[in-house]
């Protein structure tokens, strides 16, 4: 389609994942700050540009081979979306109260963006709890424990130092976090904390690490070797089901990642698949191009292989995916968005290095972006999903688990104090619940005890009842093993069509890093050999596959023994009506999520890294990086909507899409 006029703008994302779908909405529906920024923002007659290797199922005009997202996917059982669903990445958000007195305070927890998307988006009406339980269920060094069990008398199977396998795995992310941080941070002191945070304490002779240390220079795992000793690594390693969390990383912005998981954050999903989220999206940049007259041009299957700039012109150059290595045409355009992780982008540096003539500016290939490209560290994510059509898990089954997960779960929210005021609460009852908000508890018991022995009165019939419903909360497990499965979450049957023959979901095996390849290792059956090299195998781009015979046996054995005990024979655990993996370490991701490295000034990479070009002398390139890669937030939906957004609002004026004063979207530089 021709352009309207000369001076028509032409914009181009790369990638229709989170962070390629937000600038593309933002960059319709945003507002400028001001007049000299007008010129910045699409016309009529302007072009945006959105291209994708896969091809995502966004609706009927646009269908797919997948669900959307990119590294979100939701599966529905048989492909149809009125039946149960699993995640097979991404799967919540931290929801952001945005109604509470102090919701826009440096201390509010949420993710403040992705929550006013889907506000946005109308999808709140579809948003539920989808939190983790108080007392999971272990299965560690082959013993089946529930957290609530770990005691001095019964400690956890490990020999830490200092009786700390008396308590949580999780203690000992708090035991380091103590070496540094005595109060909640806000996440602007966070961001000064991941330059200028050192170790605060006389660790004594026997530390490797002393008073003194910048904690951004100590890989994580190093550190936590020095602090637990090996027994106390391996137990926080093992118990918390993931082992991202632990490796080598940047031990700064560890503390902050590994206190994520604390009362106050009230996680959620929405209950049509965290997918939908990206449909929505989807049809609005669809909409909102066609009503502003905006040229709007998806192309999928289609690769970016290579991106330079010539006399502050940007070329690029894309393959198709049937011939991803060989060029298909070269284009130029005004600005161009790598909404890519970390691989992606390499695999575009390497190819535009053979662009780089004489008078060509190769922005990727400079030395100092390759450095900061290496701040984030790939990190493989592997998840298996099941189908079953019994929840044998449960105490519905037939044969019910030695070994039941707890799932049932209460916690008191500011709007459920509000609810309970209204059905006529005493004011005492009310003033206790307030203090307890942000505390899960197991169960009924739990939380009616702690209420009573404040008020140090007892809740009538009708007001126990009243209470337990507006707080019932329950959880998603998961239970936690160092078996190669590491965690298991249940979604049940949580079909949209309520008169369907039920089916209920199991995440069977949620995986990163090493226990990745336990599970690549059995794509293929022993009869069987490789054909497609790794670098074509795409099988992330594709979706769901279905999980060979001998990978399901192997599942079904490892669920046996977390949930019926040592040894137990794999036939306890039924066969699945359906089962389906993603091998997140494929590409073009290479990795379920990014962690950031250590030595790396963090927010200077960040700042910069956002539009590269600014790493180089005397040059300004409209070529900028987005997505959860090189966030805040990695690993969330979240850090790649804020990398974008900053990038929208620092260099094309666009007005924030909440008040971030106290919510900066990205680290600062100073």
């Given at each position: 389609?021709?352009?309207?006029?000369?001076?028509?703008?032409?914009?181009?994302?790369?990638?229709?994942?989170a962070?390629?779908?937000?600038?593309?909405?933002?960059?319709?529906?945003?507002?400028?700050?001001?007049?000299?920024?007008?010129?910045?923002?699409?016309?009529?007659?302007?072009?945006?540009?959105?291209y994708?290797?896969?091809?995502?199922?966004?609706?009927?005009?646009?269908?797919?081979?997948?669900?959307?997202?990119?590294?979100?996917?939701?599966?529905?059982?048989?492909?149809?979306?009125?039946?149960?669903?699993?995640?097979?990445?991404?799967?919540?958000?931290?929801?952001?109260?945005?109604?509470?007195?102090?919701?826009?305070?440096?201390?509010?927890?949420?993710?403040?963006?992705v929550?006013?998307?889907?506000?946005?988006?109308?999808?709140?009406?579809?948003?539920?709890?989808?939190?983790?339980?108080?007392n999971?269920?272990?299965?560690?060094?082959?013993?089946?424990?529930?957290?609530?069990?770990?005691?001095?008398?019964?400690?956890?199977?490990?020999?830490?130092?200092?009786?700390?396998?008396?308590?949580?795995?999780?203690?000992?992310?708090?035991?380091?976090?103590?070496?540094?941080?005595?109060?909640?941070?806000?996440?602007?002191?966070?961001?000064?904390?991941?330059?200028?945070?050192?170790i605060?304490?006389?660790?004594?002779?026997?530390?490797?690490?002393?008073?003194?240390?910048?904690?951004?220079?100590?890989?994580?795992?190093?550190?936590?070797?020095?602090?637990?000793?090996?027994?106390?690594?391996?137990?926080?390693?093992?118990?918390?089901?993931?082992s991202?969390?632990?490796?080598?990383?940047?031990?700064?912005?560890?503390?902050?990642?590994?206190?994520?998981?604390?009362?106050?954050?009230?996680?959620?999903?929405?209950?049509?698949?965290?997918?939908?989220?990206?449909?929505?999206?989807?049809?609005?940049?669809?909409?909102?191009?066609?009503?502003?007259?905006?040229i709007?041009?998806?192309?999928?299957?289609?690769r970016?292989?290579?991106?330079?700039?010539k006399?502050?012109?940007?070329?690029?150059?894309?393959?198709?995916?049937?011939?991803?290595?060989?060029?298909?045409?070269?284009?130029?355009?005004?600005?161009?968005?790598?909404?890519m992780?970390?691989?992606?982008?390499?695999?575009?540096?390497?190819?535009?290095?053979?662009?780089?003539?004489?008078?060509?500016?190769?922005?990727?290939?400079?030395?100092?972006?390759?450095?900061?490209?290496?701040?984030?560290?790939?990190?493989?994510?592997?998840?298996?999903?099941?189908?079953?059509?019994?929840?044998?898990?449960?105490?519905?089954?037939?044969?019910?688990?030695?070994?039941?997960?707890?799932?049932?779960?209460?916690?008191?929210t500011?709007?459920?104090?509000?609810?309970?005021?209204?059905?006529?609460?005493?004011k005492?009852?009310?003033?206790?619940?307030?203090?307890?908000?942000?505390?899960?508890?197991?169960?009924?018991?739990?939380?009616?005890?702690?209420?009573?022995?404040?008020?140090?009165?007892?809740?009538?019939?009708?007001?126990?009842?009243?209470?337990?419903?507006?707080?019932?909360?329950?959880?998603i497990?998961?239970?936690?093993?160092?078996?190669?499965?590491?965690?298991?979450?249940?979604?049940?049957?949580?079909?949209?069509?309520?008169?369907?023959?039920?089916?209920?979901?199991?995440?069977?095996?949620?995986?990163?890093?090493?226990?990745?390849?336990?599970?690549?290792?059995?794509?293929?059956?022993?009869?069987?050999?490789?054909?497609?090299?790794?670098?074509?195998?795409?099988?992330?781009?594709?979706?769901?596959?279905?999980?060979?015979?001998?990978?399901?046996?192997?599942?079904?054995?490892?669920?046996?023994?977390?949930?019926?005990?040592?040894?137990?024979d794999?036939?306890?655990?039924?066969?699945?009506?359906?089962?389906?993996?993603?091998?997140?370490?494929?590409?073009?991701?290479?990795?379920?999520?990014?962690?950031?490295?250590?030595?790396?000034?963090?927010?200077?990479?960040?700042?910069?890294?956002?539009?590269?070009?600014?790493?180089?002398?005397?040059?300004?390139?409209n070529?900028?990086?987005?997505?959860?890669?090189?966030?805040?937030?990695?690993?969330?939906?979240?850090?790649?909507?804020?990398?974008?957004?900053?990038?929208?609002?620092?260099?094309?004026?666009?007005?924030p899409?909440?008040?971030?004063?106290?919510?900066?979207?990205?680290?600062?530089?100073?």
């Amino acid at each position: 389609m021709a352009k309207a006029n000369s001076n028509a703008k032409t914009y181009s994302i790369f990638g229709a994942g989170a962070a390629g779908l937000y600038t593309a909405w933002r960059l319709l529906n945003g507002e400028v700050k001001n007049s000299k920024d007008k010129s910045k923002k699409l016309a009529k007659g302007d072009t945006l540009e959105l291209y994708d290797w896969g091809r995502y199922d966004f609706s009927k005009a646009f269908p797919g081979t997948r669900a959307a997202g990119a590294r979100i996917c939701t599966w529905h059982y048989k492909n149809d979306q009125s039946q149960s669903y699993l995640e097979l990445g991404g799967m919540r958000y931290s929801d952001w109260d945005m109604n509470a007195k102090d919701a826009n305070n440096g201390t509010a927890p949420g993710h403040r963006v992705v929550t006013t998307v889907i506000k946005q988006l109308g999808l709140d009406k579809y948003s539920v709890p989808f939190n983790e339980s108080t007392n999971p269920l272990y299965y560690l060094r082959s013993k089946n424990f529930f957290l609530n069990q770990i005691t001095s008398q019964n400690p956890a199977p490990y020999h830490v130092d200092h009786y700390g396998a008396d308590g949580a795995p999780d203690n000992g992310f708090s035991t380091l976090e103590k070496l540094s941080v005595s109060k909640n941070l806000t996440r602007r002191q966070w961001d000064t904390f991941y330059r200028d945070g050192v170790i605060k304490v006389e660790t004594g002779d026997a530390s490797v690490y002393q008073k003194g240390d910048k904690l951004k220079d100590i890989g994580y795992w190093n550190l936590m070797y020095d602090q637990l000793g090996s027994e106390g690594y391996n137990y926080a390693a093992d118990g918390n089901g993931y082992s991202s969390n632990v490796i080598n990383w940047n031990s700064a912005y560890a503390f902050q990642a590994n206190n994520e998981f604390t009362p106050g954050n009230q996680y959620k999903t929405i209950n049509i698949g965290y997918s939908g989220m990206f449909n929505a999206l989807f049809e609005q940049i669809v909409k909102l191009a066609r009503a502003q007259g905006v040229i709007f041009n998806y192309q999928p299957n289609t690769r970016l292989q290579s991106i330079v700039a010539k006399d502050k012109v940007i070329h690029y150059s894309y393959a198709t995916r049937e011939n991803p290595w060989k060029k298909a045409d070269t284009k130029t355009t005004d600005a161009a968005w790598l909404a890519m992780p970390r691989h992606a982008i390499e695999q575009v540096a390497q190819g535009s290095r053979f662009d780089a003539d004489a008078g060509v500016t190769d922005v990727l290939n400079h030395r100092k972006v390759q450095l900061y490209l290496e701040a984030a560290i790939m990190q493989p994510s592997y998840k298996v999903g099941m189908f079953f059509d019994t929840p044998w898990w449960t105490a519905d089954a037939e044969n019910p688990p030695t070994y039941m997960p707890q799932l049932t779960g209460y916690e008191v929210t500011q709007r459920a104090v509000v609810q309970l005021k209204a059905m006529g609460l005493s004011k005492a009852t009310l003033k206790a619940l307030s203090s307890l908000v942000g505390i899960p508890y197991a169960s009924s018991a739990d939380l009616i005890g702690a209420v009573e022995a404040i008020t140090e009165e007892r809740l009538s019939l009708k007001h126990e009842n009243a209470l337990l419903q507006v707080t019932l909360n329950n959880t998603i497990g998961p239970s936690v093993t160092d078996t190669p499965i590491r965690q298991v979450v249940y979604f049940g049957n949580n079909a949209s069509d309520t008169k369907a023959k039920p089916i209920y979901g199991l995440l069977a095996s949620y995986d990163d890093e090493v226990y990745t390849t336990f599970w690549k290792e059995m794509e293929l059956e022993p009869n069987q050999e490789q054909h497609i090299p790794t670098n074509e195998n795409v099988q992330t781009l594709q979706g769901p596959k279905k999980v060979p015979a001998r990978m399901v046996k192997m599942l079904r054995k490892q669920l046996a023994e977390i949930h019926f005990g040592p040894n137990s024979d794999y036939s306890m655990v039924p066969a699945p009506v359906e089962a389906a993996y993603m091998d997140w370490s494929l590409p073009p991701f290479n990795a379920g999520y990014h962690a950031w490295a250590s030595h790396f000034n963090i927010g200077d990479v960040q700042q910069k890294i956002r539009k590269p070009s600014q790493l180089m002398e005397k040059t300004d390139v409209n070529i900028f990086i987005v997505g959860e890669a090189y966030s805040n937030d990695q690993a969330w939906v979240e850090g790649a909507y804020c990398t974008a957004e900053s990038v929208l609002n620092d260099f094309f004026g666009i007005e924030p899409i909440i008040d971030n004063r106290e919510y900066p979207f990205i680290c600062s530089a100073k």
